[in-house]
T-cell receptor
Framework: QKEVEQDPGPLSVPEGAIVSLNCTYS??????FMWYRQYSRKGPELLMY????GNKEDGRFTAQVDKSSKYISLFIRDSQPSDSATYLC??????????????FGSGTQLTVLP | NAGVMQNPRHLVRRRGQEARLRCSPM?????VYWYRQLPEEGLKFMVY????????ESGMPKERFSAEFPKEGPSILRIQQVVRGDSAAYFC??????????FGPGTRLLVL
């Protein structure tokens, strides 16, 4: 079983729809949760960063973390064609000092149709 | 402030040759991470370095792969005697403190 599971999609939605992307994980030591966006043949771009459980909102993006269920979500409101990309969840455990390797999901490919 | 820089962006090698991938972190970032993305797979951690020190190499293959981050200059990921299975995108990330990591554009290695 993978440490982080993410539905690969592909997911196709019409412009303006609300998109929900999810990941589950098995390692209870994970405390830091991130969402990255990756356009084709580009590097991952950090979208959201949250620590422990709770919600965080940034513009059209909302990240949710439920540590009791080991489940994280990213919501995109008013989706745009420019949001079409692969979305990667990533997480890390606390470690002494500042070294925190990221464990990634396999990514969900999203297409927003105009 | 320039982002993380990686070069070359594309690298073609024949089996048995050496590949050298370079990464310049963002200004002010002293933490460098290398990840590998195989076709149809997610990003996998390889190694974490600070200046002149390897902090965590738990994701590095035991043979042929090495990494360094010298006092001056970029971080280098070196792959000796490349094989076709090494074909992948290699990403470098840097961080000011280890919490948030910012990725470069990647180097796409193709082994013929």
């Amino acid at each position: 079983q993978k440490e982080v599971e993410q539905d690969p999609g592909p997911l196709s939605v019409p412009e303006g729809a609300i998109v929900s992307l999810n990941c589950t994980y098995s390692n209870s030591a994970f405390q830091y949760f991130m969402w990255y966006r990756q356009y084709s043949r580009k590097g991952p771009e950090l979208l959201m960063y949250t620590y422990s459980s709770g919600n965080k909102e940034d513009g059209r993006f909302t990240a949710q973390v439920d540590k009791s269920s080991k489940y994280i979500s990213l919501f995109i409101r008013d989706s745009q064609p420019s949001d079409s990309a692969t979305y990667l969840c990533a997480m890390s455990a606390y470690s002494s000092g500042s070294a925190r390797q990221l464990t990634f999901g396999s990514g969900t490919q999203l297409t927003v149709l105009p | 402030n320039a982002g993380v820089m990686q070069n070359p962006r594309h690298l073609v090698r024949r089996r048995g040759q050496e590949a050298r991938l370079r990464c310049s972190p963002m200004k002010g970032h002293s933490h460098v991470y290398w990840y590998r993305q195989l076709p149809e797979e997610g990003l996998k951690f390889m190694v974490y370095l600070q200046k002149e020190n390897i902090i965590d190499e738990s994701g590095m293959p035991k043979e042929r792969f090495s990494a360094e981050f010298p006092k001056e200059g970029p971080s280098i990921l070196r792959i000796q005697q490349v094989v076709r299975g090494d074909s992948a995108a290699y990403f470098c990330a840097s961080s000011p403190s280890g919490e948030t990591q910012y990725f470069g554009p990647g180097t796409r290695l193709l082994v013929l």
